[in-house]
T-cell receptor, first 114, second 112 residues
Framework: DTGVSQDPRHKITKRGQNVTFRCDPISEHNRLYWYRQTLGQGPEFLTYFQNEAQLEKSRLLSDRFSAERPKGSFSTLEIQRTEQGDSAMYLC????????????FGSGTRLTVV | KNQVEQSPQSLIILEGKNCTLQCNYTVSPFSNLRWYKQDTGRGPVSLTIMTFSENTKSNGRYTATLDADTKQSSLHITASQLSDSASYICVVSETGANNLFFGTGTRLTVIP
């Protein structure tokens, strides 16, 4: 499978707990993006990496959120002290830097905070 | 403000019928426009991508059009199938920017 992989597919956690999601991009893609999507809405941009450098962060990415891409390959998104409002689908996408290239999305991680 | 608006919000059609989804955007400067299909609980899957100079692009039963002057795009689905039931999201990127502007999608339901 050469697509974008995300793990886990589903996560249920109690409020206040920390969670970590993983994204494995397409191997030749040097750009990696995280998005959050709530029911009935389009994805909202969270952050973007080019190789291992985190180049842009949305103001949606509060202090409780941190993303890393230590070796420029897979990335992790951690949410500390989860709140019910964090319940959403977290999508990862990757792309090359070629103009007009399409993003490839993963299947997402569905987070439910109870 | 860069925005992408889609219509209708939802649509129900009979299997075998055609339908057209609309996307209007205000993103500027414009780089490209993409249509994605998103099944429930899954990530978006790319259908088409069009740059400024492209007016139409087809992918099987899906045909996308782009009018960069009026900043409008449409996605036409021919001979709909039950498997076409999904959300269709219009996504526009801005020249020089690293993120995308997403519409809220059109929820299409194809019924037998």
């Amino acid at each position: 499978d050469t697509g974008v992989s995300q793990d886990p597919r589903h996560k249920i956690t109690k409020r206040g707990q920390n969670v970590t999601f993983r994204c494995d991009p397409i191997s030749e893609h040097n750009r990696l993006y995280w998005y959050r999507q709530t029911l009935g809405q389009g994805p909202e941009f969270l952050t973007y990496f080019q190789n291992e450098a985190q180049l842009e962060k949305s103001r949606l990415l509060s202090d409780r959120f941190s993303a890393e891409r230590p070796k420029g390959s897979f990335s992790t998104l951690e949410i500390q002290r989860t709140e019910q409002g964090d319940s959403a689908m977290y999508l990862c996408a990757s792309s090359t830097w070629a103009p007009g290239t399409g993003y490839t999305f993963g299947s997402g991680t569905r987070l439910t905070v109870v | 403000k860069n925005q992408v608006e889609q219509s209708p919000q939802s649509l129900i059609i009979l299997e075998g019928k055609n339908c057209t989804l609309q996307c209007n955007y205000t993103v500027s400067p414009f780089s490209n426009l993409r249509w994605y299909k998103q099944d429930t609980g899954r990530g978006p899957v790319s259908l088409t991508i069009m740059t400024f100079s492209e007016n139409t692009k087809s992918n099987g039963r899906y045909t996308a059009t782009l009018d960069a002057d009026t900043k409008q795009s449409s996605l036409h689905i021919t001979a709909s199938q039950l498997s076409d039931s999904a959300s269709y999201i219009c996504v526009v990127s801005e020249t020089g920017a690293n993120n995308l502007f997403f519409g809220t999608g059109t929820r299409l339901t194809v019924i037998p």
